[in-house]
């Protein structure tokens, strides 16, 4: 099993920037996929920046389109840690951001961290 924490989330203007960080525990070799998503109030749970790959040199990442040009998705094999650096942000990426790490027989969510963009 595996178990992930986040964090990193917070309050932040228009057109700022915050990075959210998750390390993972356990049987990381087990790992073959690694996001975040996000949800925001009313609306479904969506992707939004993830690998197809765990925590070993591979492919390149998959972004929403929403999110292509301002946020970049890094991973530090060595901390087993994902990070999400979210520049240019809007109102609308308001949202709880979720880290999720998956195997062949398993998904694992964190606990979410608030994410705010306001004025």
């Known amino acids: 099993q595996v178990h992930v924490v986040e964090s990193g989330g917070g309050l932040v203007r228009p057109g700022g920037s915050l990075r959210l960080s998750c390390v993972a525990s356990?049987?990381?070799?087990?790992?073959?996929?690694l996001g975040w998503y996000r949800q925001a109030p009313g609306k479904q749970r969506e992707l939004v920046a993830g690998?197809?790959?765990?925590?070993?040199?591979?492919?390149?990442?998959n972004y929403a389109d929403s999110v292509k040009g301002r946020f970049t998705i890094s991973r530090d094999n060595a901390k087993n840690t994902v990070y999400l650096q979210m520049n240019s942000l809007k109102p609308e990426d308001t949202a709880v951001y979720y880290c999720?790490?998956?195997?062949?027989?398993?998904?694992?969510w964190g606990q979410g961290t608030q994410v705010t963009v306001s004025s």
């Open positions: 999720y790490v998956g195997g062949i027989s398993f998904g694992s």
């Open positions: 356990g049987s990381i070799s087990s790992i073959y996929a």
């Open positions: 690998f197809t790959s765990g925590f070993t040199s591979g492919n390149s990442p």
